[in-house]
């Protein structure tokens, strides 16, 4: 999609943001596949300006790979990232030779991580935000509050509707402040058009920027229209999940050839009848399947912490929360992971 107001807008941004940071290049890097990361990278532009790096899960490593050999960097925000077994050592790696340049991190995160890495990082010095019970963004906000406008804690509170996480003790403040119905819709034009934009990087940082800047997303152009457009989409996702969707004893799985997994899992969780709930897409340009996994309410195991072992141990990644995780499996082991996954959730 393209329009003017958002051409004009990222030639305005983009002039001002690099004006701003050649002094202190600040970089925050986040993820992009869903509206805590986008949202969290936009209340730290907020309050401490700089740039956004948006990655997902594949691409983070290599980023920061990037970033590491950047001379200029001088403050990192990693927001929304969580980490796995496979790339814990690495990470905590990068960022002792980030700390050695003096380079000033900040890691938020609400993700589960192993305790070990967590003392390694705070031995470096990096600054850990980190609570498994509010999503990232709220924490963000809970963090720099003072360094931010009103408008930050609707942003935060429409994040936690989408991380399934309104009902926490600082998430649930928020969402008090403002009408429900009104959040619940905004937060879900909001993720229609991240899950939507995935393949457009320019959309995804404009759509950062815009929010920093304290729009509304029924402000920003053309938000509703595309959203209308993903809603269709998904509608027609019923009847194909119906149809192709397969069951093991534990769980329901199915692959996904034409849209996101993380669009098409929900409907698989609800239509098998299982407590857990798959769907997995190939990233052909990878060799892998990127792969999303939800847990009923009735799931009483900890999904995040099973997958990042198993996935691991296939010679993926991943992780997550107890009941909505994610994972990064070689192509050539996903039936295995299948099958392995079935039987840890005995």
Same mark, same amino acid.
Not at 6 to 15: F, H, L, P, S
Not at 115 to 124: A, G, N, R
Not at 176 to 179: G, P, R, T, V
Not at 205 to 212: K, R
């Given at each position: 999609?393209?329009f ?12 001002t ?5 050649l002094?202190t ?28 790096l948006l990655?997902?899960?594949p ?11 950047? #001379? /200029? *960097? +001088?403050?990192?925000?990693?927001? !929304?990232?969580g980490?796995s077994?496979?790339? %814990?050592?690495?990470?905590?790696e ?9 380079v000033?991190?900040?890691?938020i995160d609400?993700?589960?991580?192993d ?6 990082? #705070? /031995? *470096? +010095?990096?600054?850990?935000i980190h !609570?498994?019970?509010?999503c990232?963004t709220v %924490? ?9 406008t ?9 994040a936690a509707?989408?991380?399934?996480m ?9 969402l008090?402040?403002?009408?429900r119905?009104?959040a ?9 058009n ?10 995804l ?8 800047d304290g729009?509304y ?16 989409k ?8 119906k149809?192709?969707?397969k069951t ?5 799985y ?12 929900n409907f ?6 299982k407590d857990v709930?798959?769907?997995f ?23 995040g912490?099973?997958?990042?072992d ?6 993926g990644?991943?992780g997550?929360h107890d ?15 299948l099958?392995e ?6």
């Open positions: 999609m393209v003017t107001p958002m051409a004009a807008k990222k030639a305005k941004t983009t002039k943001t690099k004006k701003k940071s002094k290049k600040i970089i925050c890097l986040s993820h992009k596949e869903d509206c805590d990361g986008i949202s969290s990278a936009a209340l730290i532009r907020q309050a401490f300006g700089g740039d956004s990655v997902d899960y691409g983070q490593m290599e980023a920061l790979e990037s970033l590491v050999a950047d #001379e /200029k *960097l +001088k403050a990192l925000y990693i927001c !929304d990232l980490l077994k496979k790339n %814990q050592d690495q990470f905590v990068m960022m002792g030779t980030l700390r050695k340049r003096g000033s991190i900040t890691y609400h993700h589960d991580i305790p070990k890495i967590t003392k390694q990082l #705070e /031995k *470096l +010095k990096v600054k850990m !609570d498994i019970n509010e990232t %924490q963000v906000y809970n963090k720099f509050k003072s360094k931010l009103d408008h930050a804690a609707f942003v935060a509170a429409c509707i989408t991380d399934y309104e009902d926490r003790p600082i998430g649930s403040k928020l008090q402040i403002y009408d119905q009104f619940l819709i905004s937060a879900t034009v909001m993720t229609y991240i899950v939507g934009h995935q393949k457009d990087p320019d959309y940082l404009y759509l950062t920027e815009e929010l920093a729009k997303p029924h402000e920003i152009p053309n938000t509703y229209e595309f959203a209308q457009i993903q809603v269709g998904l509608a027609e996702m019923i009847a194909k999940v149809k192709g969707m093991m004893k534990n769980l329901g199915m692959e996904i050839t034409d849209a996101g997994a993380s669009g098409a899992v698989v969780l609800g239509l098998s009848g709930g798959v769907a897409k190939e990233r052909v340009d990878h060799g892998i399947y990127a792969v999303s996994v939800r847990g009923s309410k009735s799931c009483n195991v900890h999904l912490k099973i997958v990042n198993l996935a691991t141990e296939l010679g990644s991943g997550g009941k909505a995780c994610g994972a990064v499996i070689p192509k050539p082991k996903m039936k295995s992971f099958k996954f079935n039987k840890k959730l005995n």
